[in-house]
């Protein structure tokens, strides 16, 4: 089992920067991959980006350049970096992650792959 908690989100202005954390508990979660997803009001939920055990990310469109993952395993944590946010970022961000790491990159970009997850955290960009 792993458990993840999300922090670091709040309110920001467009432009703004925001770091999300996950902190995970529970087995070795260097092993694991994590992805990053998130849900606005009304919408489905997205991909926004992954971090594979051996470190290769993978963005969605809409972040790339502008978001970075990454992590620490000697601190059992997962970032998140959000640069020059916009108000079409605001969303409920949770952090997920799956022990398959041999995943491709499409299953990798799919909720439904991941097995655990946190319980969100909220970032509003205001314009």
């Known amino acids: 089992q792993v458990q993840l908690v999300e922090s670091g989100g709040g309110l920001v202005q467009a432009g703004g920067s925001l770091r999300l954390s996950c902190a995970a508990s529970g087995r070795t979660f260097s092993s694991y991959a994590t992805g990053w997803f998130r849900q606005a009001p009304g919408k489905e939920r997205e991909f926004v980006a992954y971090?594979?055990?051996?470190?290769?990310?993978s963005y969605a469109d809409s972040v790339k350049g502008r978001f970075t993952i990454s992590r620490d395993n000697a601190k059992n944590t997962g970032y998140l970096q959000m640069n020059s946010l916009k108000p079409e970022d605001t969303a409920v961000y949770s952090c997920a992650a799956t022990a398959r790491t041999y995943y491709t990159d499409s299953a990798l970009r799919d909720a439904m792959n991941y097995a655990y997850w946190g319980q969100g955290t909220q970032v509003t960009v205001s314009s």
């Open positions: 971090i594979q055990s051996g470190s290769r990310t």
